[in-house]
């Protein structure tokens, strides 16, 4: 029973190279989320799908993008990496909003932007 | 506008005092909230949804409609209880967003 599996754990990235965050999940969930999380400023959520092959931003997207080709894989694509985007990064997914089941997360993925 | 707001960003109490930690919402209709714990680069996970009025690991939460708060409480707090803590409303409409509020951290002192 694995959740929501994140590869790589952790990453370091030299400025301008690209680079993609895996995210699966195996409990059939339809709505699943990337979020950044920087010290002092709690969850910022990036993207989010519905659905396969339905995706939308979230508050921070810029440099960000997403493809959802199936329900399970919802990876998260970084083009030209910037100092900036130094953070950890965490998926989740859940059933259904109004069902009170809240998100399963990842276990995140630590990237580091040098 | 939708919003979750934890007023202390570190919250530092001794082994067997009683923990509140803040947590007051802006949203028009029923909400839904959550707490999230999350250990030393771990990832996060639910603690208590206010649906369910469960406790667990001894934290209790209650919806107090009225002043828009859903604080996190628990008697006596042990070492094992420093964590981060995240208060999260859901967000309106069909999209299953959840809006974390900025995390108090708890530090349990022996």
């Known amino acids: 029973n694995a959740g929501v599996t994140q590869t790589p754990k952790f990453r370091i990235l030299k400025i301008g190279q690209s680079m993609t965050l895996q995210c699966t999940q195996d409990?059939?969930?339809?709505?699943m989320y990337w979020y950044r999380q920087d010290p002092g400023m709690g969850l910022k959520l990036i993207y989010y799908?519905?659905?396969?092959?339905?995706?939308d931003k979230g508050e921070v997207p810029n440099g960000y993008n997403v493809s959802r080709s199936t329900t399970e894989d919802f990876p998260l694509r970084l083009e030209l990496a910037a100092p900036s985007q130094t953070s950890v990064y965490f998926c989740?997914?859940?059933?259904?909003?109004?069902?009170?089941?809240?998100?399963?997360f990842g276990s995140g993925t630590r990237l580091t932007v040098v | 506008a939708q919003r979750v707001t934890q007023p202390e960003k570190l919250l530092s109490v001794f082994k067997g005092a009683p923990v509140e930690l803040k947590c007051n919402y802006s949203?028009?209709?029923?909400?839904?909230l959550f707490w999230y714990v999350q250990y030393s680069r771990q990832r996060l996970q639910l603690l208590l949804r206010?649906?369910s009025r469960e406790s667990i690991k001894g934290f209790t939460a209650d919806l107090n409609k009225g002043e828009t708060s859903f604080h996190l409480k628990k008697p006596f707090a042990q070492e094992e209880d420093s964590a981060m803590y995240y208060c999260?409303?859901?967000?309106?409409?069909?999209?299953?967003?959840?809006?974390f509020g900025q995390g108090t951290t708890l530090q349990v002192k022996p």
């Open positions: 989740a997914s859940r059933g259904a909003p109004g069902r009170m089941d809240g998100y399963t």
């Open positions: 409990m059939n969930h339809n709505y």
């Open positions: 799908s519905v659905g396969a092959g339905i995706t």
């Open positions: 949203y028009s209709g029923s909400p839904e």
């Open positions: 206010h649906i």
């Open positions: 999260a409303l859901g967000s309106s409409g069909n999209t299953g967003k959840l809006i």
